[in-house]
């Protein structure tokens, strides 16, 4: 029922910027708390950034503050990944989430090179 789909991943030097959109359907999305999870190879999956449903509150973890920002717009049910000053520790699958529906896009891939 509810969908989302990310896109803009892609193949990136350390230092460059990638925007990730999430195209979100089928819910009431402006209602939900969103997330960003990664998974890179041979790792757990985990949490990136966090906005609450308004778009105040925006949470992120220690690894990426102060480079990724995360924004919403409500009206186009669209969530948003700014990341700058990529590291190749950023190399995952990035995915857009909403935990409460239990909800998980396919994710779109960032490689960043060494």
């Known amino acids: 029922q509810a969908q989302l789909v990310e896109s803009g991943g892609g193949l990136v030097q350390p230092g460059e910027s990638l925007r990730l959109s999430c195209a979100a359907s089928g819910f009431s999305f402006r209602s939900y708390r969103m997330y960003w999870y990664r998974q890179a190879p041979g790792k757990e999956r985990e949490l990136v950034a966090s906005?609450?449903?308004?778009?105040?509150?925006?949470n992120y973890a220690e690894d990426v503050k102060g480079r990724f920002t995360i924004s919403r717009d409500n009206a186009f049910n669209a969530l948003y990944l700014q990341m700058n000053s990529l590291k190749p520790e950023d190399t995952a699958v990035y995915y857009c989430?909403?935990?409460?529906?239990?909800?998980w896009g396919q994710g779109t891939q960032v490689t960043v090179s060494s």
């Open positions: 989430v909403c935990l409460s529906l239990g909800s």
């Open positions: 906005i609450s449903n308004t778009g105040d509150m925006r």
